[in-house]
Nanobody
Framework: QVQLVESGGGLVQAGGSLRLSCAAS????????MGWFRQAPGKEREFVAA????????YYADSVKGRFTISRDNAKNTVNLQMNSLRPEDTAVYYC??????????????????WGQGTQVTVSS
C-alpha cells in the first residue's frame, strides 16, 4: 500500500505561482503512473495532470495546459506540480493520485489505487 502526502498549497494572488509536492511512502512509485486531481467546492473531482512511469509522457487538462507542469523524481519517490499564472478558478483542494494502469487513461478513465489527503490552493482575485 502506498501512502501519498501532498504539501505546498496555500493562498496566492491571481497571476502568482505555487509548487505542490507529493511524497510517497510504503513502496516505490517508479512503476506507476501518477497524477493530480482537484475538487472545488460544490463540484466533482476533476483531472488536472498525469505523468508516465518514466516521466517521458505528460498529459494535462485543457484548462491548465501551458500554465501547469507535472514532474517526478523516482529516486526521491516524489511527484510535483508547478502551477504558474494562477487564476481564481484554480481554487480547489488538490489531490495526488496513483494509477496502476497508464497516465494516458487518467484523464478520461482513471483507476486510482491511492489518493493523498489533499492540499488547499486558494487564488484570490
Amino acid at each position: 500500500q502506498v501512502q501519498l502526502v501532498e504539501s505546498g498549497g496555500g493562498l496566492v494572488q491571481a497571476g502568482g505561482s505555487l509548487r505542490l509536492s507529493c511524497a510517497a511512502s510504503g513502496r516505490t512509485i517508479s512503476t506507476y503512473a501518477m497524477g493530480w486531481f482537484r475538487q472545488a467546492p460544490g463540484k466533482e473531482r476533476e483531472f488536472v495532470a498525469a505523468i508516465s512511469e518514466s516521466g517521458r509522457s505528460t498529459y494535462y487538462a485543457d484548462s491548465v495546459k501551458g500554465r501547469f507542469t507535472i514532474s517526478r523524481d523516482n529516486a526521491k519517490n516524489t511527484v510535483n506540480l508547478q502551477m504558474n499564472s494562477l487564476r481564481p478558478e484554480d481554487t480547489a483542494v488538490y489531490y495526488c493520485a496513483l494509477d496502476p494502469r497508464s497516465a494516458q487513461r487518467m484523464s478520461g478513465n482513471p483507476a486510482i489505487a491511492s489518493w493523498g489527503q489533499g492540499t488547499q490552493v486558494t487564488v484570490s482575485s
